[in-house]
């Protein structure tokens, strides 16, 4: 059984940043990858940023040179270091990783972006 926790959402104005983090039950060292997704009103899930566990990242181009991916195995903790933000980046993110094939979710954390 995998929990994952996000939190460090919040309102912000453009042009601020937040940080968001992902806790999980146990080792996140056993997940091959890790990775963030937004969900706006309306829309669907899209992938924002992934790492994995050797460390390798990727990101939406949408979000590139603004937002940072890591971990930090010793803290079973995934992060999302959101600057420079738009009134586009507004939707509430979603945690994820897989584990013998089953995808988990943590519950999401809602970031607001102000213009």
């Known amino acids: 059984q995998v929990q994952l926790v996000e939190s460090g959402g919040g309102l912000v104005q453009a042009g601020e940043s937040l940080r968001l983090s992902c806790a999980a039950s146990?080792?996140?060292?056993?997940?091959?990858?890790m990775r963030w997704y937004q969900q706006a009103p309306g829309k669907q899930r899209q992938l924002v940023a992934a790492?994995?566990?050797?460390?390798?990242?990727n990101y939406a181009d949408s979000v590139k040179g603004r937002f940072t991916i890591s971990r930090d195995d010793a803290k079973n903790t995934l992060y999302l270091q959101m600057n420079s933000l738009k009134p586009e980046d507004a939707a509430v993110y979603y945690c994820n990783a897989d584990y013998y094939g089953v995808r988990y979710w943590g519950q999401g954390t809602q970031v607001t972006v102000a213009s």
């Open positions: 146990g080792s996140i060292f056993r997940f091959n990858a």
């Open positions: 790492i994995t566990n050797g460390g390798s990242t």
